[in-house]
C-alpha cells in the first residue's frame, strides 16, 4: 500500500518523500475473488471508510514524533513506502507477539497484557520503545532537475529541520501533530490500492 500511495500521487503530478497509512484504516482482508481477480468491492472492503488521500508538508521532528507514536500506541506500527524505521522494543521476551488480533477493531492495543509487562518491568526492564534509525527515500537532486516530477530516489537519514511532503489519508492529519495541508487532494484510498493491483 505504501508504495501504492507513492505511485498514485506520482501519477497525478505530485511528488512525495513518503507515505504513511495507518493499520486500524484496514477492516479487512483484501482477497480476490475464486480466480484471483481483485475488483474496485473489494478495495472498497478492505479500506470501508473510504478516507481522502492528500498531500501534506510535514518538518522532520513532527514526523519523527508522529512516527514514534504510531510504534508506541495500539496501533504497533503502521504502512509506510519511502521510510524505514529501525526500533527497540525492550520487553519483546517477555510478551507473546503471536496473539495480537486488532484487524477491523476500534480497540487496538499494543501486544503485551498488563501481567507480561509488569513482568518485563520486574526484571528492571523499562518497556519505553526507543527509536534508533529513521530514513526517508528523497529526491535524488544529483538525477533530478528543476521542478520536473522525477522517480530517481535515496535514502537519507531524517533530518529533524528538513521540511518533508507525504501522500496519507486526511484521518491520519488528525492523529500526528505538524501536518501541512497543501489542499492536494488526490481522491480515495481504496482507489490508489486498486490502481496499483490493476
Sequence with gaps: LGE????????????ADLSLYNL??????????????????HCTRTFQFQNT??????LGKDLYVGLKNLI????????GGGVRVAFHEPCWDYVDHTNFDGLGTDDLVAPGTEEELANCQNAGISPQIDIIDVE??????EQCVDDVPCESRVWKT???????T?????????????FIDTSASLGKDYEALCGYIA
Excluded: C
Aim: net charge negative; glycine share 12%.
Design 53 to 58: 488521500l492528500k498531500i501534506y508538508k510535514i
Design 158 to 164: 531524517l533530518e529533524k529541520g528538513r521540511q518533508y
Design 166 to 178: 507525504l501522500i496519507t489519508a486526511d484521518y491520519l492529519s488528525t492523529v500526528i501533530a505538524g
Design 136 to 141: 526517508v527515500l528523497v529526491r535524488d537532486d
Design 24 to 41: 486500524g484504516g484496514f477492516r479487512a482482508i483484501l482477497a480476490g475473488d475464486e480466480d484471483g481477480e481483485i475488483s474496485i468491492s
Design 72 to 79: 508506541e500506541t495500539g496501533e504497533r506500527g503502521f504502512i
Design 4 to 15: 501504492a500511495l507513492l505511485r498514485h500521487a506520482f501519477l497525478q503530478g505530485f511528488e
